[in-house]
C-alpha cells in the first residue's frame, strides 16, 4: 500500500549539530508520487517547509535538505547546523492521492528539540 | 499568504456530547480536508471536499459528519462523540487547479484540541 516511516523522536540535538531525520515511502498507486517536508512549530499549524515533484532532485529551505532517492524510496530531512527556532514537528509526506483529491498521506511526525 | 482559522482552540465534551468544529478559509480555495492527529499516528484524513455543497469520504470517516457551506467554510460534526474522538484536528486547504498528478501546498489550521470524556 501506500505509506509514510519516519524517523520516531523524540529527538535532541544541541545548537550548531547537525541533523537527520530520515523518511522513507511506498508508492504504489501512484506512478509519480511528490514528496513534502512540512514542519509545524508550537501553537501553529503544520507549513510547508519543502517540496520535489522529480525524483533526483533536491529541495532546500532555511538550511533544511532533502533529496528524492527514487531507488531506495527515500527522502531524508538535513541540516548541517541547527538552531534552538528549528525545534518543532517535522512530517515527510507523499501524495498526490485521487481518490482524496489532492490530499497527502503524511508520516507520524519528528519532534525535535534543539538545547542552547 | 492563505489563512485558515480553526475554531475553538480547544473543547471538551464528554461521551455522547454533539460537536461542530469550524473552519475558514480566505484565500478561495478549492479544497478542503479535515485531519485528525494522534500519537503513534500520521495526520489521518476523515472528510475532504472539493466545493460548497461537496463531501468525500476519507480514510477515517466512522463517527464523523462534516458539511461545506460556502468556499470559505468547511465543518466537522461529532454528533455522538466518543473517548476515541479524543485528538488534535487540522483543517486544511489548497487550490485545486493545478495538473492532476501534481500535489499542491496544503495550508492548514492551527489546529483544535477535542478531549471527549
Known amino acids: 500500500g501506500d505509506s509514510v516511516t519516519q524517523t520516531e523522536g523524540p529527538v535532541t540535538v544541541s545548537e550548531s549539530e547537525s541533523l537527520i531525520i530520515n523518511c522513507t515511502y511506498s508508492a504504489t498507486s501512484i506512478a509519480y508520487p511528490n514528496l513534502f517536508w512540512y514542519v509545524r512549530y508550537p501553537g501553529e499549524g503544520l507549513q510547508l517547509l519543502l517540496k520535489?515533484?522529480?525524483?533526483?532532485q533536491k529541495g532546500s529551505s532555511r538550511g533544511f535538505e532533502a533529496t528524492y532517492n527514487k531507488e531506495t524510496t527515500s527522502f531524508h530531512l538535513q541540516k548541517a547546523s541547527v538552531q534552538e527556532s528549528d525545534s518543532a514537528v517535522y512530517y515527510c509526506?507523499?501524495?498526490?492521492?485521487?481518490?482524496?483529491?489532492?490530499?497527502?498521506?503524511f508520516g507520524t511526525g519528528t519532534t525535535v528539540s534543539v538545547s542552547p | 499568504e492563505a489563512a485558515v482559522t480553526q475554531s475553538p482552540r480547544n473543547k471538551v465534551t464528554v461521551t455522547g456530547g454533539n460537536v461542530t468544529l469550524s473552519c475558514r478559509q480566505t484565500?478561495?480555495?478549492?479544497?478542503m480536508y479535515w485531519y485528525r492527529q494522534d500519537t503513534g499516528h500520521g495526520l489521518r484524513l476523515i472528510h475532504y471536499?472539493?466545493?460548497?455543497?461537496?463531501?468525500q469520504i476519507g480514510d477515517v470517516p466512522d463517527g464523523y459528519k462534516a458539511t461545506r457551506t460556502t468556499q470559505e467554510d468547511f465543518f466537522l460534526l461529532l454528533e455522538l462523540a466518543s473517548p476515541s474522538q479524543t485528538s488534535l484536528y487540522f483543517c486544511a486547504s489548497s487550490d485545486g487547479d493545478g495538473d492532476w498528478g501534481s500535489a499542491e501546498t496544503l495550508y492548514f489550521g492551527s489546529g483544535t484540541r477535542l478531549t471527549v470524556l
Open positions: 520535489v515533484i522529480t525524483a533526483g
Open positions: 509526506a507523499l501524495g498526490p492521492f485521487y481518490q482524496g483529491g489532492r490530499a497527502l498521506i
Open positions: 484565500n478561495s480555495h478549492n479544497y
Open positions: 471536499s472539493y466545493g460548497a455543497g461537496n463531501l
